[in-house]
Nanobody
Framework: HVQLVESGGGSVQAGGSLRLSCYAS????????FGWFRQAAGKEREGLAA???????DYKDSVKGRFTISRDNAKKTVYLQMNSLKPEDTGVYYC?????RGQGTQVTVS
């Protein structure tokens, strides 16, 4: 069993930055692909960024150039650096690796 714990959310003004963290509570950090997803109120869940075991990344067009996903295997953590935040980035952010998902962390951009 893998428990994923997100942190780093909060409230920020448009144009600001946040860094989300996703800690995997496991003995050995698996060489899996991890993704960050967002669930905004009244909208479908959307995938934002993904990173594989080799550090290869992929991004949704709307966050390219603003968001950066990374991983620190020694710390068993996946990060999402979010810059130039917009009000439409508001939502609950989840770290996922099917079938595992964290509890989410709220990001509010005003």
């Amino acid at each position: 069993h893998v428990q994923l714990v997100e942190s780093g959310g909060g409230s920020v003004q448009a144009g600001g930055s946040l860094r989300l963290s996703c800690y995997a509570s496991v003995r050995n950090f698996p060489p899996w692909c991890f993704g960050w997803f967002r669930q905004a109120a009244g909208k479908e869940r959307e995938g934002l960024a993904a990173i594989d075991a080799d550090g290869n990344t992929d991004y949704k067009d709307s966050v390219k150039g603003r968001f950066t996903i990374s991983r620190d295997n020694a710390k068993k953590t996946v990060y999402l650096q979010m810059n130039s935040l917009k009000p439409e980035d508001t939502g609950v952010y989840y770290c996922e690796r099917t079938p595992y998902r964290g509890q989410g962390t709220q990001v509010t951009v005003s």
